[in-house]
């Protein structure tokens, strides 16, 4: 099977994403791009996830060209193919619905950190609603991501992170989620105090600093 690596990625972390709860029933979707080719593979549009094996995760050209796998590509492709078009550093890109990241999305408010690994990925900014599987959300998720950024929340929709790999891209989901999750509960408790712009700016630096060694 061609390109069974990176579809061998997806269908891991597609399941992991499961299993965490970030995804339920065939919401969501997951890229991992090849540096090597420049191809992507991707999750096949409306099938379920348990039961799914590699040859069923689409392959797709850096354009976002079907080119193989059984079902066709997510019809959030091209969210994916432009991120990974306009950041040559990321190669993975993860798309969740996660409760909590979609309550956030709602107060147009950027979320801040409240533990230290969460700092990896924010400011988390919130891009307004836009349809899904348009190249207009792709733009606009691209403009909102920018140079550097990790993480957004899709409003009235979802989140999408991405990473240097399929784990950074899933850490970066994972946090992403439980940093609107403390945020929700934080604010419904009356006790939000998320950290300081210091401690948030000193966190950043030492990951910064760990990842480029
Ligand atoms: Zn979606």
């Not at 590509?73 to 619905?97: D, F, K, Y």
């Not at 990925?121 to 190249?135: A, H, I, K, L």
């Not at 009235?156 to 609107?180: D, L």
């Not at 105090?193 to 401690?199: A, D, H, I, L, Y």
Request: with cysteine; net charge negative.
């Amino acid at each position: 099977m061609e390109h069974y690596e990176i579809r061998h990625q997806v269908l891991t972390a597609i399941k992991e994403a499961v299993e965490l709860g970030l995804i339920h029933g065939t919401s969501g979707n997951i890229a991992v791009r090849d540096p090597e080719t420049g191809m992507i593979a991707i999750t096949p549009s409306g099938i379920s996830y348990s039961t799914m094996t590699e040859e069923d995760i689409a392959i797709v050209s850096p354009e976002g060209k079907w080119l193989d796998g059984k079902f066709k590509p997510s019809s959030e492709t091209p969210m994916h193919t432009a991120v990974l078009q306009a950041r040559p550093e990321i190669n993975a890109t993860v798309h969740t619905h996660g409760m909590f990241c979609t309550i956030m999305a709602m107060t147009d408010e950027p979320m801040r950190p409240i533990t230290p690994p969460q700092a990896e990925f924010t400011p988390v900014q919130v891009v307004p609603f836009t349809m899904p599987g348009t190249n207009d959300l792709a733009g606009a998720v691209v403009e909102t991501l920018g140079s550097k950024g990790r993480s957004v929340l899709l409003k009235n929709h979802g989140m999408f992170t991405c990473g240097k790999n399929i784990k950074a891209a899933m850490a970066a989901a994972v946090y992403t989620e439980e940093m609107a999750q403390t945020t929700y509960y934080a604010k419904l408790l009356g006790c939000y105090q998320p950290m300081s712009r210091e401690g948030e700016a000193a966190m950043q630096a030492l990951i910064a600093k760990d990842q480029a060694v």
